[in-house]
């Protein structure tokens, strides 16, 4: 399929490398990755080659999210913003769009920082790296927290959705992956814990105070579709005051506040499921790249079992409506 859309892209600054520990990771694989998410001319060399129009860019994880003193997140944001506008999308305007880097550690100060670049700079969003460190790496705040409820309404009346994107486990609660360090990262500990941050949104009541909120999250929705339903199940069961302030049952916000990505995922049958359970309208094409390959994505992509119909509105439709980027529909 031509003229996809892919929207969970990364990029890094030479200026501002990914932080954190790679010690699980391959080391020829790992900088492979760090060579590539410098690199723009060979991605769209890719792009042409796997049917990829457009790519959706965001700072590689941990991010922003990731600085421990608020006012050098709030500093290197706006950086980062300024670097990919003026060093990436100037340059090539027609193949690359961008979300935000935001300081989430000062909430009010990320609302201000996403209304400058979606007004100034047209980025499409912004693309959120799980909890914030705030003061050391232990300590973290999450988005459903009421100090965070002020960026969301600002996210709401801009009308720009959020991706929700993982990060590894809060290093005091890694316990449980001693010895077996490789599952800390992309293989389970990212969707464990971004599905566990997406389930304090829907319970937290934030979606009844802002109904109009979107929320994107990669690998098909980090097991939501095929959990939650067991999730709301048990529920029932619980006392009320231990599960939030949600007036709907969880799945409702999943299939009216989400959308879901292919990012990382190629397996057919996961993209069935995913599709009975949210819809069609609620799945976008992605990639994970330079983590994960646009070829081996895309092959499996174009010639999976699933109807054209379907296949082009994942593929290009429905971001484009979701982004108002009416000149990228596939014709």
């Not at 990364?10 to 490398?17: D, I, K, Q, T, Y």
């Not at 690998?219 to 999730?231: C, K, N, Q």
Request: hydrophobic content about 35%.
């Amino acid at each position: 399929m031509k003229r996809k859309i892919a929207l969970e892209e990364h990029w890094e600054s030479p200026n501002f490398l990914a932080t954190g520990s790679h010690d699980f990771t391959d080391a020829d694989y790992f900088k492979n990755v760090q060579e590539r998410l410098q690199e723009y001319e060979k991605r769209i060399e890719d792009m042409d080659r796997n049917g990829i129009q457009t790519s959706i860019l965001s700072l590689t994880q941990p991010g922003i999210e990731g600085i421990t003193d608020p006012k050098r997140a709030i500093e290197l944001a706006r950086k980062m913003n300024d670097y990919v506008a003026e060093t990436i999308l100037s340059k090539h305007p027609d193949r690359f769009l961008a979300f935000a880097s935001l300081p989430l550690q000062d909430p009010e100060e990320a609302a201000k920082e996403l209304e400058r670049v979606v007004k100034e700079l047209g980025f499409v969003g912004a693309l959120v790296n799980g909890y914030s460190n705030i003061g050391d790496e232990n300590t973290a705040q999450y988005l459903d927290e009421p100090q965070v409820w002020p960026f969301w309404e600002k996210v709401e009346n801009l009308q720009v959705p959020v991706y929700l994107h993982p990060r590894i486990p809060l290093p005091n609660q890694q316990r449980i992956y001693e010895g077996y360090e490789g599952l800390l990262g992309s293989a389970w500990g990212f969707g464990v814990e971004t599905a566990t941050h997406s389930l304090r949104l829907i319970l937290s009541g934030l979606f009844d105070r802002y109904p109009n909120l979107t929320i994107i999250l990669g690998h098909l929705g980090e097991g939501l579709p095929f959990t939650l339903p067991r999730v709301e199940h048990r529920l029932r069961h619980q006392r009320l005051e231990t599960h939030g302030k949600h007036k709907k049952a969880p799945t409702e916000y999943l299939r009216e506040n989400f959308y879901l990505t292919t990012s990382g995922v190629f397996r057919t049958q996961a993209l069935i499921d995913t599709l009975l359970e949210v819809g069609s309208d609620r799945v976008l094409f992605s990639v994970d790249y330079p983590y994960e390959s646009m070829e081996e994505i895309s092959s499996w992509f174009d010639n999976c079992p699933i109807s054209e119909i379907d296949r082009l509105k994942i593929g290009n439709e429905n971001a484009a409506k979701l982004f108002n980027l009416k000149h990228l529909v596939r014709q």
